[in-house]
Structure formats: C-alpha cells, structure tokens
C-alpha cells in the first residue's frame, strides 16, 4: 500500500545492501514508522539483536 516505495523498489534495495532484512509491515504505508514508532524499534532492535548474535558467533570461530 505504500505509493511512495513500491515493493519492487524495496526489494532491490534489499538485494543492493548487504545484511539488509526484507520486512513487510502488514497494513502498512510510506509513513508507518512515524504513527507506530514502537513497532520500528521493536523491528530494529530485533535486527540488531540478530546481527550482534551472528557477529558474536563469527567472531568466536574465528578464534578456534
């Protein structure tokens, strides 16, 4: 429903960044982030959970 970013465009933004993570916001529009501020942070903060999890494993096999 976002007329601004069309999924197309999101998912070749997604597939240009590195580690970047495809997320649909059901019912969702360009501006959500601004009107549920707490389902953004919830959505990054479990992004950088996942990324520091991945990074911390990383890390800890290149030790051995």
């Known amino acids: 429903r976002d007329y601004f970013t069309p999924l197309e465009l999101g998912y070749g933004l997604v597939e240009a960044i590195p580690n970047s993570k495809w997320q649909i916001v059901p019912g969702g529009y360009h501006e959500w982030s601004m ?3 707490e389902k953004l942070a919830a959505i990054a903060f479990n992004f950088f959970e996942q990324i520091e ?3 911390q494993i990383s ?3 290149s030790q051995i």
Request: hydrophobic share 10%; glycine share 0%; no cysteine.
């Open 35 to 37: 009107m549920q501020p």
């Open 53 to 55: 999890s991945e990074t």
């Open 59 to 61: 890390y800890e096999s």
